[in-house]
């Protein structure tokens, strides 16, 4: 069995590609610096099932030769969308960087990879409680809860996002003044969408919230542990045939979108 965690030379995608090496998997890791990867290889002991590759996920054309790479060989049982940022400030080039990463990265590795993935794969995204649409409008919640909501659909309102805080309008249309909230909610969204696609008895999407871990991100006063955060990622990434479709889990529990 083959599993991807992007953003996993440290934090949470390096202990999911630990615990998925510990069930058996063979696991490529990613890291946008070469010596990012190569070190948490070492980290994890040189092992053999293990192999790092380059990938920024906010780049189309790292995307697109990372899917290259990965173009030979056995198909991929688990993709864990792992790779994430959270910029400081808040105007439109944060908007649109925040997006471009947690977002769009997550979908851009997911197309690019789809002739890749084995019929009963798990695609698994990285989510956060942040996310949850009781921060949005009642109105904008509705859109982005519409069961026809495609992937273009779902761009058409991260769009209307980066233009909106660029013109100040943010609020007026229901938005939260948080980039990384709405990056999450959109990556939701893209995952209801993603499902439908997918449909039933083969393959699986579904989000993940780990909690606030200790991670760099997350800082040292996170009260969970990293081994705590991976645990429903790692469920998630390993669900067989009859597991859920197009769900948002935390503790392998579903909670509110």
């Known amino acids: 069995m083959l599993a991807v965690v992007t953003g996993a030379n440290r934090g949470l995608g ?10 058996g998997y063979d696991v490529v890791l990613t890291a946008r610096e070469q010596t990012a990867g190569q070190q948490a290889l070492r980290e994890l002991g040189g092992s053999k099932h293990a192999r790092s590759l380059v990938l920024d996920v906010s780049n189309a054309d790292s995307v697109a030769q990372f899917a ?4 030979a060989g056995p198909l991929i049982d688990a993709l864990v969308n792992n ?7 808040f ?29 009963a794969a798990n695609v698994v ?11 949005f409008s ?65 393959r699986r999407v579904n989000a993940v919230c780990p909690g606030w871990v200790r991670t760099r991100m997350g800082g040292g006063a996170a009260p969970r542990s990293l081994e705590q955060g991976s645990r429903g990622i790692t469920w998630a990434a390993t669900l067989g045939a009859d597991g859920p479709n197009g ?10 979108w």
């Open 138 to 202: 009642p109105a904008l919640a509705k859109r982005l809860l519409e069961t026809d909501l495609d992937a273009d659909g779902v761009e058409s309102i991260a769009r209307e996002f980066v233009e909106a805080v660029g013109q100040g309008q943010h609020r007026k249309l229901g938005f939260p003044q948080n980039a990384y909230s709405v990056s999450k909610a959109l990556l939701n969204a893209f995952t209801r969408a993603l499902a439908r696609e997918f449909g039933e008895g083969g």
């Open 83 to 89: 790779a994430g940022a959270s910029f400081d400030g």
């Open 125 to 135: 995204m990285v989510s956060s409680g942040m996310g949850e649409l009781s921060g």
């Open 14 to 23: 390096f202990q999911v590609s630990r615990d998925l090496l510990a069930l």
């Open 91 to 119: 105007d439109e080039n944060v908007a649109a960087r925040t997006l471009d990463t947690n977002y769009r990265g997550a979908v851009r590795v997911t197309r690019a990879l789809l002739p890749r993935l084995a019929p």
């Open 247 to 256: 769900g948002f889990f935390r503790d392998m529990r579903a909670i509110p």
């Open 68 to 71: 290259r790479e990965l173009s």
